[in-house]
């Protein structure tokens, strides 16, 4: 039997860093990446045999936890059938349908139509484009942290695999690109209103995460996703909400995801990606109907797939939603706030400063940072981040698989029952004292 030692040796033989996404790489928390080959319900199993409770849930998308019968079904009943035509296919449709019912609001217009692709990243990139495309303009705003993929304009700043290497950004980007792309921080009104002022004529969209998870869980502070719809709308410009994490998983504001609906405003495009393609490629931009036939071949703006709408993908996202129930939410809420107490308790019980950073079942953990809480991405980065490799591996040897950096919000499932919420909870306290030092 190959150990993860010797899938990694090779690996790093055939692939920069032996991955396919570098936070994979175990980059930050130091050790060999663990190599998984199955998963089931709340667990994960790995290439030796040793299983774990996954609180990485596939990045996400893993809503109803792995393997989950109906999605296993509904993917094999869509090969069955072949594996993609390149053509229209009854289930893009259904998928369309399923989230245009969820995302609504009362006398909002929601999410009137979509277009399907493959990744999030493409989501947000075509997103862009759109924004530029309605409305002549070239600036895009983003919020130092945010992560909205690797497209090359929306790479200044950004958290996840980028505040993982601390890069500043990405080598292979243009001055150029780099210039359209203004970055403030988070939860900062005085600065957006600053950009604004100075750029109000030029600024075809300000993009933010619904929730921003990317650099750590940070809420946005009172009224702030208001403040961006306000003051967008007062200079022509677009909002660009990325629900690619927070959609059909956070239920703030209903199960769709986290935008202010209930506040009585809507953004003018979301995205969404992860639990819509229930762990199969699939991603989606979404708006008014005015807004979204500027996409081809309705309207000017170009945007294609050879997989986008891929009937397999549709399939398992589909079986996805209509199997994420205001139960399975309930769930999932639920659980996620006896992890978060728990680890805030065992950090606390070993002496160990932090902030237990939560929106919804979202959460992570920042080391040292009780002073100012975490507001924004220089806070962040402030943090001791370096508790958080003996936190993971002490977890890891326990069989608990949590999100290999600190700047990873942890990701429960309808499948985390008690027994493997009870399997999490016994080993917080070790890795607590490990974090502790
Ligand atoms: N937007 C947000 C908020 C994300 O969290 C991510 C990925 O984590 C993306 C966009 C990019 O999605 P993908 O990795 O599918 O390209």
Not at 140 to 162: P, R
Not at 211 to 233: C, D, K, L, Y
Request: proline share 5%; with cysteine.
């Amino acid at each position: 039997m190959a150990t993860n030692q010797d899938l990694h040796t090779a690996a790093r033989d055939l692939m920069p860093g032996g991955v396919n996404s570098p936070v994979r790489a175990f980059g930050s928390v130091g050790g060999t990446p663990v190599s998984m080959v199955a998963g089931e319900g709340p667990y994960l199993t790995d290439t030796e045999g040793k299983r774990y409770v996954d609180l990485v849930g596939s990045w996400g998308p893993a809503l109803l936890g792995h393997k989950h019968p109906k999605v296993i079904e509904a993917v094999h009943a869509a090969v069955d059938q072949g594996l993609g035509f390149g053509t229209s296919h009854p289930a893009e449709a259904r998928l369309a349908e399923l989230v245009r019912e969820r995302v609504r609001g009362e006398n909002l217009t929601g999410a009137q139509m979509i277009r399907m692709v493959s990744t999030g990243t493409e989501a947000t990139m075509t997103a862009i484009r759109l924004a530029r495309g309605v409305t002549g303009k070239n600036l895009v705003v983003k919020f130092a942290g945010c992560y909205h993929g690797h497209s090359d304009g929306l790479l200044a700043a950004a958290g996840s695999g980028v505040a993982t290497l601390g890069l500043p950004g990405s080598a292979g980007v243009t001055q150029a690109q780099a210039s359209e792309t203004i970055v403030i921080e988070y939860n900062d009104r005085q600065a957006l209103e600053a950009v604004f002022a100075e750029h109000g004529d030029n600024v075809a969209a300000v993009i933010t995460e619904a929730t921003p998870a990317n650099m750590g869980v940070v809420p946005p502070s009172e009224g702030f996703n208001a403040f961006i719809r306000e003051i967008t709308q007062r200079h022509g410009a677009l909002m660009i909400f990325d629900e690619v994490m927070t959609g059909f998983r956070i239920t703030e504001a209903g199960y769709w995801g986290a935008s202010g609906r209930v506040e009585g405003w809507e953004p003018d495009i979301f995205t969404f990606g992860k639990v819509i393609g229930g762990g199969l490629p699939t991603a989606a931009l979404a708006g008014r109907r005015e807004i979204m036939e500027h996409l081809a071949p309705t309207g000017p703006v170009y945007h294609a797939g050879t997989l986008s709408g891929n009937p397999v993908a549709m399939a398992a996202g589909v079986a996805t939603l209509e199997n994420a129930t205001a139960e399975v939410y309930r769930h999932i809420d639920e659980k996620a706030q006896v992890v978060a107490d728990a680890l805030a308790a065992a950090l606390s019980d070993a002496g160990v400063d932090h902030t237990l950073q939560k929106v919804g079942s979202l959460f992570s953990v920042a080391f040292g940072t009780s002073a100012t809480g975490v507001h924004n991405y220089a806070q962040a980065q402030a943090q001791e981040a370096f508790r958080y490799g003996p936190f993971f591996h002490a977890m890891l040897e326990q069989g608990v698989y949590l999100p290999p950096s600190v700047f990873e919000a942890w990701f429960l499932s309808a499948a985390h029952d008690d027994e493997a919420v009870g399997r999490i909870l016994q080993a917080l306290p070790a890795a607590a004292r490990a974090a502790a030092g």
